[in-house]
């Protein structure tokens, strides 16, 4: 009679526990692309989002790693010439700016990083906004489906 009733609380109890903290992971993984006359961007998104529930209580998690890279239309050896520039990107999520001094360098017109907190979703627009030598110029970046 005790092995029947251990056999049957065992079972018993992990469906308690599974059923009073119930988890659900949902990825968002995007990149979007964007240019203007002389700039091109591209961010790359990896996250996810899990929800928790905990005795009707609802909580989430999230995750993400991300890349921004700007490209010059140009010759490479014109953005080498560019004096001063700044450039910004913005989303509902993320966002950076970067100031940059002569001489320009290819290498420099990246970020990234990681971390928590707000996620870009399928639907997000990122604005960017280049400024150099006295010239400026805004685009967005969407989503590639």
């Not at 029947?4 to 018993?12: C, E, F, M, S, V």
């Amino acid at each position: 009679m005790r092995k029947i009733l251990r056999a049957l609380l065992l079972p018993a109890i992990l469906l308690l526990l599974l059923t009073s903290c119930n988890t659900e992971t949902t990825h968002f993984n995007y990149t979007f692309k964007g240019e203007g006359d002389t700039w091109s961007g591209v961010y790359k998104q990896e996250a996810s989002q899990k929800l928790i529930t905990k005795k009707d209580k609802v909580t989430s998690e999230s995750s993400k790693q991300y890349t921004f890279d700007l490209k010059y239309k140009g010759e490479q050896s014109d953005l080498e010439k560019i004096k001063q520039m700044k450039y910004t990107y913005k989303g509902k999520g993320s966002g950076g700016s970067q100031n940059i001094e002569a001489p320009v360098l290819a290498g420099m017109l990246k970020m990234g990083g990681s971390g928590t907190g707000t996620i870009e979703k399928e639907d997000s627009v990122i604005k960017v906004t280049v400024d150099w030598d006295g010239k400026s110029e805004e685009f967005e970046l969407k989503n590639e489906k």
